[in-house]
């Protein structure tokens, strides 16, 4: 920089300055070593998970669902289980598709709620299926007793239940 004059006690300064401050941010500030190690991407809610947290978010106001959804089939009842202050198992009919090669049943719990739906996959997507309901029972097993919380099927909004 031309016409500004400096010392020689400026840019000695300002060097040991710069030093300082660099030696400080590469010595960190905790004794112990940090570990960084890789984790997982987080996952994305499916569409059970995402009706699940909306039907406990805006219960008792919950709209059905429109159009079948092989990951929110419909279910047909549900059974009380026998103690329902200790039993930690519902069952519940799934309406499925005759041409699917599983089925099943989901849940999701909160404080007050259980969320619970019918899953169903197709053994192909090529060919004919007829549009008849098949009906099965499906067990599925809770984390929690479910005590006086109320079953809501994801698929329709409705409750099956009251515990």
Known sequence: ?????????????????????????LSGCGKEP????SAPPPKKPDAFEQRADQIVRDWPKVSPVHGRQQALLPLVK??????AGKAREITVTVGHSPCD??????SHESKGLVVVT????RKSSKGMCTEMLATDKVTIRLKDALGDRKVVDAA???????G
């Open 34 to 37: 940090q570990k960084v190690g």
């Open 1 to 25: 920089m031309r016409g500004i004059p400096h010392s020689r006690t400026r840019t000695l300064t300002a060097a040991l300055a710069l030093a300082v401050s660099g030696a400080v941010a």
């Open 78 to 83: 549900a059974q009380p289980p026998k103690d």
């Open 156 to 162: 329709t909004g409705k409750q099956l239940l009251k």
């Open 101 to 106: 090669a599983h089925f099943g049943a989901r």
């Open 118 to 121: 019918g899953w169903g996959k």
